[in-house]
């Protein structure tokens, strides 16, 4: 069975750092094209950053370029989201999503999900 376990998520202040990271088990995590999305409340799931499998290409909101990289470590079987310089609007469930494919894929294209993990922003 396809696991995807993140951790990483808390409290934290505007203008603070934390680091995300996903654990993947039960699948050739080096032939998965991985992504992290976020859930703020009342709002649809949105893309943060998506990579490639071998973590050549990699795809970022708008709203997180030159702050959030996704970095991941298939020798750890493991996808990782730093994220620098966070803002009240970042407070959101991020989750991790993996797929079967090399591509860049939509939200519903993606094969399996993680639970998700809280980050909150005070300002």
């Known amino acids: 069975q396809v696991q995807l376990v993140e951790s990483g998520g808390g409290l934290v202040q505007a203008g603070g750092t934390r680091k995300l990271s996903c654990a993947a088990s039960g699948t050739i995590f080096s032939r998965n094209a991985m992504a992290w999305y976020r859930q703020a409340p009342g709002k649809q799931r949105e893309l943060v950053a998506a990579i490639t499998p071998a973590g050549g290409s990699t795809n970022y909101a708008d709203s997180v370029k030159g702050r959030f990289t996704i970095s991941r470590d298939n020798a750890k079987n493991t996808v990782y989201l730093q994220m620098n310089s966070l803002k009240p609007e970042d407070t959101a469930v991020y989750y991790c999503?993996?797929?079967?494919?090399?591509?860049?894929?939509?939200?519903?294209?993606?094969?399996?999900w993680g639970q998700g993990t809280q980050v909150t922003v005070s300002s």
């Open positions: 999503a993996a797929g079967e494919t090399s591509a860049f894929l939509r939200l519903d294209e993606y094969d399996y």
